[in-house]
RNA sequence: GUGGGCGUAGCUCAGACUGGUUAGAGCCCUGGAUUGUGGCUCCAGAGGUCGGGGGUUCAAAUCCCCUCGCUCACCCCA
């Protein structure tokens, strides 16, 4: 039996690597645009690190991580999401004394042991914006309008934006208290999940799909209309600078997202080109977080993007993909005889600045062609016995097909 | 973790219901068609433990059982 790569990973081959450097591109310029710095933070962290950010009783810490000792002992975990790492990494440098305000990105694989379906990957990559201290709602408005903007340039369409606001530390255990008592006499028609969720995360059961626990959260008080009065105006104030950009969204009062960590304005971006796994981005303000890692109280917001999820839509959508660009000159020698002449003539055209290569097996003139035409080369250089005894070599447009003998001193002007 | 679908050549698949001679096609790959020249066409060739194991049978890709893998969905999320 041949080894395959682990259950919910993939190679990237060749053939497609070309599609991951223009996403690449296209994410830092607009990144950069707004103003954001990359930074790269190991792929694995000390477990607690998930634990403590992303929430204990989370399905992402409870059963989702990659974790192992290492060799003294003390628990590791492969990262499964980014901002834990960028907070800590903030932390651990003192980011805060740069400036008040600090803008990251990060971009990377991401780790999460689930079982993979469409969209859904154990090894997946990221990119990830992070704003760390303000409170302003311009920032919340800014994290979307940018995510939204790497789409535009990508030319991802069918999108939905998802937005809604989860409260504060304050305002969210009231309303919590509230859910609760009207869940309360109740909850012996939820299904099982739910009446589990009832005691762990009373939130979750408006994500419920199913018709009976729906039916009884239809009624139930909404957390946007529980809100104190400064998320309120927090919510109201960054749908204002949406609404002034012509973004269109929707507002979802049962989104609510698997991290513990968010506060205030929550956000999704979906996709109708995918599957079941339909969220493109996710994100949302998270104002406990950094006194939470053991840094002073610091407001943040963020998100997340799926680049596979990207790559799916843009697939799916049929967009072209930027034409891969073939090498400029292929070196073919009519006889293994001229293969020393060949390759001095290959390296001198290398580092004259051009990409060129050749077959260094024996293979015919033919053959050679052949690879030459699969290269997608501009032109070739063929060396040949007769050429090389007055110094010349022949030089193949290889679109118009015309050739002509040059003399070797001069190859480089003619090319 | 729980379900559904699917595993035949590198890729996309036929053959399976109605077991029966050397398991097929297209694409890809290699070579050739005036031996110093590509893309098109034509010709030839290479390439398969029919996912693996066991069973039924004179005979299994085909029927039965087990197992592994992939995939989609639930859950949750990017």
């Known amino acids: ?66 974790t192992f000792p290492d060799r003294k002992g003390r628990s590791l975990t492969l990262r499964p999401e980014g901002t834990a790492p960028v907070v800590r990494a903030y932390l651990e440098n003192s980011m805060g004394r740069i400036s008040k305000v600090i803008k990251l990105f990060y971009i990377g694989p991401m780790f999460r042991c689930e079982k993979p379906q469409a969209g859904r990957f154990r090894q997946f990559n990221q ?107 927090h919510f109201a104030q960054v749908k204002s600078y949406l609404d002034d950009q012509k973004i269109v969204f929707h507002e979802d009062p049962r989104l609510v997202r698997g991290f513990d960590y968010y506060t205030k304005t929550a956000f999704e971006i979906i996709s109708g080109e995918l599957g079941a796994q339909n969220a493109i981005a996710g994100g949302g303000r998270y104002d406990d977080l950094v006194e939470e890692l053991g840094g002073k109280p610091t407001p943040a917001v963020g998100f997340a993007a799926g680049i596979e999820r990207m790559i799916i839509a843009i697939d799916q959508q049929k967009v072209k993909w930027p034409e891969e660009k073939g090498l400029d000159i292929f070196v073919a020698k009519v006889d293994e005889k001229n293969k020393d002449s060949a390759f001095k003539l290959l390296q001198k055209i290398r580092n004259a600045g051009l990409s060129a290569d050749m077959d260094y097996s024996e293979g015919s003139l033919k053959s050679q062609m052949r690879i030459a035409n699969k290269l997608r080369v ?22 118009t097909k015309e050739q002509k003998e040059i003399k070797i001193d001069n190859i480089i002007n003619e090319l």
């Open 378 to 399: 501009r032109y070739t250089v063929i060396v040949g016995e007769e050429e090389l005894s007055k110094n010349m070599v022949i030089l193949r447009n290889m679109q």
């Open 1 to 66: 039996m041949l080894i395959r790569v682990p259950k919910g990973t993939q190679d990237i081959l060749p053939e497609d690597i070309s599609k991951w450097y223009y996403i690449e591109d296209i994410i830092k310029e607009i990144l950069n645009k707004y103003g954001y710095k990359e930074i790269r933070t190991p792929f694995f962290e000390y477990t607690d690190l998930f634990v403590r950010g992303i929430g204990e009783s989370t399905d992402i810490v409870t059963k989702e991580m990659f």
């Open 127 to 233: 990119f990830g914006i992070e704003i760390i201290g303000t409170k302003s709602p311009a920032a919340d408005a800014e994290v979307i309008i940018t995510a939204l903007d790497v789409y535009k340039k990508l030319g991802l369409k069918n999108l939905e934006i998802l937005i809604n606001s989860v409260g504060c530390k304050k305002c969210r255990f009231d309303y919590i208290q509230k859910l609760k008592k009207y869940l309360k006499d109740k909850k012996e028609l939820l299904c099982s999940d739910c009446k589990m969720r009832y005691e762990k995360n009373p939130l979750r059961v408006f994500d419920c799909k199913k018709d009976g626990c729906q039916k009884i959260i239809e009624k139930a008080p909404l957390i946007t209309e529980n809100l104190c009065q400064e998320c309120e105006s």
